[in-house]
């Protein structure tokens, strides 16, 4: 659970905010490399349902997870407004297709919540809170824990 240093230290810090289904969520700006259009992948046999498959990033292959399969909002759609959100997450790259993105937007302290103990569409174990502007409220995920977690199978857990 987060405590209120927690939240001071996601103060100020931008995120840009992205959409699954009716959920708006938010993530740490500094791990976005490239926002791209969706476009087919490679699939992989065996490879859990979450992981579309792969593409390729200008020579580097990279996995991309969907998110929306991930987080069991339903059926994914992909439209013109879907798009893959390109990671740098400990020093790999990794795809992130989600519904759509809408802006970058830096959280003051005040407007930074403590993650609820409820049951959301993933474990509170990868929210860092929740950020609320005006009548919007974004689920901050740790995308770090997240796309680390030995339940992704992508990348070596981050070592301290």
Avoid at 80 to 87: G, M, P
Wanted: aromatic letters at 6%.
């Amino acid at each position: 659970m987060q405590d209120a240093s927690s939240s001071a230290d996601i103060a100020g810090r931008e995120f840009l905010a992205f959409k699954l289904g009716k959920e708006e969520y938010g993530i740490d700006i500094l791990k976005v490399q490239e926002i791209r259009g969706y476009e087919a992948v490679t699939r992989i046999a065996s490879a859990p349902e979450f992981i579309k498959g792969v593409i390729n990033l200008r020579g580097i292959i990279i996995p991309v997870v969907d998110m929306r399969i991930k987080f069991r909002l339903g059926e994914p759609v992909y439209d013109d407004f879907t798009v893959v959100i390109i990671l740098n997450i400990n020093g790999r790259v990794v795809g992130m297709v989600v519904d759509s993105v809408s802006d970058v937007t830096t959280l003051q302290p005040d407007q930074v919540k403590p993650a609820p103990e409820m049951g959301t569409a993933f474990s509170t174990e990868y929210m860092m809170g929740l950020g609320t502007i005006d009548e919007r409220m974004l689920i901050l995920v740790d995308i770090d824990k997240l796309m680390s977690s030995p339940e992704m199978g992508l990348i070596d857990s981050l070592q301290p």
